[in-house]
């Protein structure tokens, strides 16, 4: 399976805790998207990254959050001290330039419990 | 701020019953309009790109049309594996913007 890849599928934690989710994209693709999706709602944007740099973070990414990628490939999202309200779905997607336009493809997400 | 808001929230159809589903944006400059399709616990899947108003895209059951203000995504005699969430997101036309906005989605229903 060539697509975005994301792990674990699942997180169930206590508040309080810290977890770290991982995403790997699609091979070649040099960006790389996390956003956060609460039942009922469209995906909000977080952040992304083109190769190993983060080029943009959304003002919902509290000092709780951090990205890395580290090598341009995978990505990784922690969040600190989890509150039940970080309680979403996690999505990771990629793009790569085709005709001087960005498709953006998604991965499975990761569904964060926070009790 | 851009803003894209779906309507109806929620659709139900019999099974060959066609409609239409709306998202209407407002964004500074809009670099592309986006249709995904999403399963209960599973990511967004990608359907459409459109990228100026006039332009019209086709697949399978379904076709996506723009304008400058709205897009439309029809769906012709729909089956019941058409049910999902249909999700539109946006595309800001600023040097540099990469993030898409996305709209609460339209959950459309196809009764056998």
């Known amino acids: 399976d060539t697509g975005v890849s994301q792990n674990p599928r699942h997180k169930i934690t206590k508040r309080g805790q810290n977890v770290t989710f991982r995403c790997d994209p699609i091979?070649?693709?040099?960006?790389l998207y996390w956003y956060r999706q609460t039942l009922g709602q469209g995906p909000e944007f977080l952040t992304y990254f083109q190769n190993e740099a983060q080029l943009e973070k959304s003002r919902l990414l509290s000092d709780r959050f951090s990205a890395e990628r580290p090598k341009g490939s995978f990505s990784t999202l922690e969040i600190q001290r989890t509150e039940q309200g970080d309680s979403a779905m996690y999505l990771c997607a990629s793009s790569f330039r085709v005709s001087g336009r960005y498709e953006q493809f998604f991965g499975p997400g990761t569904r964060l419990t926070v009790l | 701020e851009d803003q894209v808001t779906q309507s109806p929230e929620a659709l139900r159809l019999q099974e060959g019953e066609s409609s239409s589903l709306n998202c209407s944006y407002t964004v500074s400059g809009l670099r592309g309009l986006f249709w995904y399709r999403q399963d209960p616990g599973k990511g967004p899947e990608f359907l459409f790109t459109?990228?100026?108003a006039g332009e019209e895209k086709e697949k399978e059951r379904l076709k996506a049309t723009l304008t400058k203000k709205e897009s439309f995504l029809h769906i012709t005699a729909p089956k019941p594996e058409d049910s999902a969430t249909y999700l539109c997101a946006v595309q800001e036309g600023i040097q540099g913007a990469q993030k898409l906005v996305f709209g609460q989605g339209t959950r459309l229903t196809i009764n056998p």
């Open positions: 459109l990228y100026s």
């Open positions: 091979s070649e693709h040099n960006r």
